[in-house]
């Protein structure tokens, strides 16, 4: 099952078996996306919730207790709950689809999360809003895009960014706690903040991508030769401890992210 939305000269393919993930987004007949991979967390753009990017060891602490996560990428926890699980429909229109899922079994509060996908003649605009069900919890939020290096025409991408600061990352892959100013030079399995104006993405000779968001922090994962990822989150990795969201019922985490473009 797929839901296709259009507006202007673009078109995204929604999948919610597989994640609720973007697996598709064309502008002016070019993919933008990596459209399939080995595994759900290697394509597409997800997610990611209630936390984005590491838990170290995948564990945390709320209210004097140890919880623990599944660790599905080494040691650590990462990418959230709701990535590889099968989202519901709830609204769907020629240009907009609204989504949700519950936050599974993995995750040791009720709660669920919802993402409006929604397009505009020069932009794709999403949100997400976590929300408890009946306690409070500690939360984070984002999405995982994985943008195409090369498109069907111009120059591979150039990403741009312009942030004061980078979260120091330790030997084991996680945020110490401690910022680094100014970053250092990629490449980049980084999370920058105290960005300074809006990330842009450019393949000369085909289109620029500007990345709009409420996000504070934005990882970059520049390394894989194929595909960089420019993640806007609510909170470094491992935030449930580096800088905890507390959502409660009846006041959610929203992010909101705007993918705006301009055809070269």
Same mark, same amino acid.
């Given at each position: 099952?797929?839901? !296709?939305?259009?507006?202007?000269?673009?078109? $995204?393919?929604?999948? #919610?078996?597989?994640?609720?993930?973007?697996?598709?987004? !064309?502008?002016?007949?070019?993919?933008?996306?990596? /459209?399939?991979?080995?595994?759900?967390?290697?394509?597409?753009?997800?997610?990611?919730?209630?936390?984005?990017?590491?838990?170290?060891?995948?564990?945390?602490?709320?209210?004097?207790?140890?919880?623990?996560?599944?660790?599905?990428?080494?040691?650590?926890?990462?990418?959230?709950?709701?990535?590889?699980?099968?989202? /519901? !429909?709830?609204?769907?229109?020629?240009?907009?689809?609204?989504?949700?899922?519950?936050?599974? +079994?993995?995750?040791?509060?009720?709660?669920?999360?919802?993402?409006? $996908? %929604?397009?505009?003649?020069? %932009?794709?605009?999403?949100?997400?809003? !976590?929300?408890?069900?009946?306690?409070?919890? #500690?939360?984070? =939020?984002?999405?995982?895009?994985?943008?195409?290096?090369?498109?069907?025409?111009?120059?591979?991408?150039?990403?741009?960014?312009?942030?004061?600061?980078?979260?120091?990352?330790?030997?084991?892959?996680? #945020?110490?706690?401690?910022?680094?100013?100014? +970053?250092?030079?990629? +490449?980049?399995?980084?999370?920058?903040?105290?960005?300074?104006?809006?990330?842009?993405?450019?393949?000369?000779? %085909?289109?620029?991508?500007?990345?709009?968001?409420? =996000?504070?922090?934005? @990882? $970059?994962?520049?390394?894989?030769?194929?595909? @960089?990822? $420019?993640?806007?989150?609510?909170?470094? +990795?491992?935030?449930?401890?580096?800088?905890? @969201?507390?959502?409660?019922?009846?006041?959610?985490?929203? %992010?909101?992210?705007?993918?705006?473009?301009?055809?070269?």
């Amino acid at each position: 099952m797929t839901v !296709v939305i259009s507006a202007g000269p673009a078109t $995204v393919t929604i999948h #919610p078996d597989r994640g609720g993930r973007i697996g598709s987004f !064309v502008v002016d007949g070019l993919e933008l996306l990596v /459209t399939a991979g080995d595994r759900p967390m290697d394509w597409g753009c997800y997610v990611m919730a209630p936390y984005a990017g590491r838990v170290r060891n995948g564990r945390f602490s709320f209210k004097g207790e140890e919880h623990q996560l599944p660790r599905n990428m080494g040691q650590h926890a990462i990418h959230g709950t709701v990535f590889d699980r099968a989202w /519901t !429909v709830d609204e769907a229109d020629d240009d907009r689809a609204v989504l949700s899922c519950d936050l599974g +079994p993995d995750w040791p509060f009720a709660g669920r999360v919802v993402h409006d $996908v %929604a397009l505009v003649d020069d %932009a794709l605009e999403l949100r997400i809003e !976590v929300a408890a069900d009946d306690e409070p919890f #500690p939360a984070a =939020c984002g999405w995982h895009p994985w943008w195409r290096r090369r498109l069907a025409r111009g120059s591979a991408v150039r990403v741009d960014v312009d942030a004061e600061s980078m979260w120091v990352r330790g030997p084991d892959g996680v #945020p110490t706690g401690d910022l680094v100013s100014p +970053p250092p030079p990629g +490449p980049w399995d980084d999370c920058l903040t105290d960005l300074k104006g809006a990330p842009v993405l450019r393949w000369d000779g %085909a289109i620029e991508l500007t990345v709009d968001t409420t =996000c504070d922090d934005l @990882v $970059v994962f520049d390394e894989p030769t194929h595909a @960089v990822c $420019v993640e806007p989150q609510t909170g470094p +990795p491992d935030a449930l401890r580096l800088t905890p @969201v507390l959502v409660e019922p009846g006041w959610p985490l929203i %992010a909101e992210v705007a993918f705006r473009w301009q055809v070269l």
